[in-house]
């Protein structure tokens, strides 16, 4: 077998750890499935320009809004959707959630790795991370459509929108 050969049998040690590490990888998903949801809201409250736009123009957009943190993305969505004061407090929680996966997860959990209990409340405590920020994410898309809509942005036109911006850059893929 080669060193690029992963098909050999992993011993029981190290198919928990790629376990927890599976689910880790499932809750930083959906932390970054919410944030792309409020930076695609947030793009969606300049659709007036939308359509004139050039896809270089367009992708500057995203960009922008990509260099901000799930916080600053928050607070600015703040200013286009009335966020009720029970999913602004989800939307904090997501936050801290988000940010101790990136920032410090495995450094707070390494001694809990080192053995099967320990993997198993980490796998049972991603999975709440993930069921939450998965929570939070649907909670906010109907607040998000009710806002289009008095925009006049109906959620059919909306997901024509993206179709259509997204089919722009199908072949800018790395």
Same mark, same amino acid.
């Given at each position: 077998?080669?060193? $690029? ?10 198919? @928990?750890? %790629? ?5 880790? +990888? ?10 792309? +949801?409020?930076? $695609? ?22 960009? $922008? ?30 936050? %801290?959630?988000? $940010?101790?996966?990136?920032? +410090? ?12 209990? +320990? ?10 991370? @993930? ?31 993206? %179709? ?11």
């Amino acid at each position: 077998m080669t060193g $690029n050969d992963h098909t050999e049998p992993l011993d029981p040690k190290s198919a @928990s750890i %790629r376990e927890v590490y599976a689910y880790y +990888g499932l809750a930083m998903y959906h932390a970054q499935v919410l944030e792309h +949801g409020i930076v $695609n809201a947030l793009v969606m409250t300049h659709r007036s320009k939308l359509a004139g736009m050039s896809a270089d123009d367009l992708e500057l957009l995203f960009a $922008n809004r990509f260099e901000k943190t799930l916080g600053g993305l928050i607070t600015e969505l703040s200013r286009y959707v009335t966020v009720p004061a029970s999913l602004q407090d989800e939307l904090k929680n997501a936050l %801290r959630i988000r $940010n101790f996966l990136a920032h +410090g997860y495995f450094k707070v959990r390494a001694e809990a790795l080192m053995t099967e209990p +320990g993997r198993e409340t980490m796998r049972r405590e991603l999975q709440k991370f @993930s069921d939450r920020l998965s929570y939070v994410d649907g909670r906010l898309e109907p607040l998000t459509e009710a806002a289009f809509q008095k925009m006049g942005v109906s959620k059919r036109a909306l997901e024509a929108h993206c %179709r259509e911006y997204l089919a722009r850059f199908a072949d800018d893929e790395p």
